[in-house]
């Protein structure tokens, strides 16, 4: 099995400050730079995984950068290189401490709150006699969700709550409002053309110093997104089927056949290698579909000797 790389601990020149999150590692940079680290780390339900998956972080970073440049017509982002397949490059924003997830299917969450009786989700109200990956008739909704600090989980939260509480001004969320929208449809564009449906999707924005409202993080992976395939969903809904997904829903499904949900008491299944292997395969096959081209694996004989590397020699240009 590959190496993979789950912690890092590098000293880049001019560091100042780190931050570690459930997926990536963030250094700060006193040019006020960030080097964006994409781990092998698998988090579900808010709880990362004992063990890494190989090419995880180099298949988000590639695909989260991909898409990075082809909507940046739609809304500047913080990106400006990517030295290594592990990392991403770019200027410090401050980010809003909302997400904006955009959905058009009643699928994962959505479907789970709608299961259990609800029928408003952050404000939104939600007709009945839906079926789980139905189409939502006002397709799509924007159900935000309060970005959590520390790992814990992260809250549905509603456009009013949040203009209310002034978490984020009533200007600048009709500004993220309308970046949503416009990089969901551009998604749902790009995933036609490979035969697949943009199910939903999170972006997470942030300010620049001189105020400019950026995309950050991830965008369309198979992380912060889910895709169906197109091809047989309506036969699948009809006969009342499970839709065949590219998404990380299959661990979260594996992780709950298991019985474990991220609640208090419950013990995270042993993951053999044989498993680890499979999810890798996994990763790289919703890879392959999302891009549209095969993926190159990257040298895993070292990792963080080639990540530093890669950084290093960019930043000394």
Not at 112 to 138: A, M, S
Not at 152 to 163: G, P, V
């Amino acid at each position: 099995m590959a190496n993979t790389i789950t912690t890092t601990n590098f000293k880049f020149p001019k560091q100042k400050s780190v931050y570690k999150g459930k997926v990536r590692d963030v250094y700060h940079l006193y040019n006020d730079l960030l080097v964006m680290i994409a781990t092998d780390r698998l988090s579900a339900f808010d709880v990362v995984m004992p063990k890494g998956i190989p090419y995880k972080g180099q298949i988000l970073n590639q695909i989260a950068t991909k898409f990075m440049r082809q909507t940046e017509d739609i809304v500047p982002n913080w990106l400006t290189a990517t030295p290594d397949p592990n990392v991403a490059i770019g200027h410090l924003c401050e980010p809003f401490k909302v997400e904006m997830v955009i959905r058009g299917y009643l699928a994962g969450h959505s479907a789970r709150e709608y299961k259990v009786g609800k029928r408003v989700l952050c404000g939104v109200p939600l007709p009945e006699g839906l079926r789980e990956n139905d189409i939502f008739p006002q397709h799509p909704i924007i159900t935000p969700a309060t970005k959590a600090d520390n790992g814990l989980h992260d809250e549905d939260i509603s456009k009013e709550e949040i203009i209310n509480k002034g978490i984020v001004t009533a200007e600048d969320y009709t500004l993220l409002e309308k970046y949503t929208y416009a990089l969901f449809a551009r998604g749902t564009e790009i995933a036609a053309k490979r035969g697949l449906i943009l199910v939903d999707t999170k972006y997470e924005f942030g300010k620049t110093k001189d105020g400019k409202i950026v995309l950050i993080d991830e965008i369309h992976t198979p992380d912060s997104s889910r895709y169906f395939y197109k091809e047989g969903y309506e036969e699948r809904q009809e006969k009342g089927e499970p839709q065949k997904q590219l998404s990380k829903e299959f661990v979260r499904q594996w992780l709950m056949s298991n019985g474990f949900q991220g609640k208090e008491g419950q013990k995270v299944p042993e993951m053999t290698d044989a498993y680890v292997e499979s999810v890798s395969e996994r990763y790289i096959e919703l890879y392959e579909n999302i891009m549209g081209e095969k993926f190159i694996k990257a040298d895993a004989s070292n990792i963080e000797k080639r990540i530093y590397e890669n950084v290093l020699s960019y930043l000394n240009k």
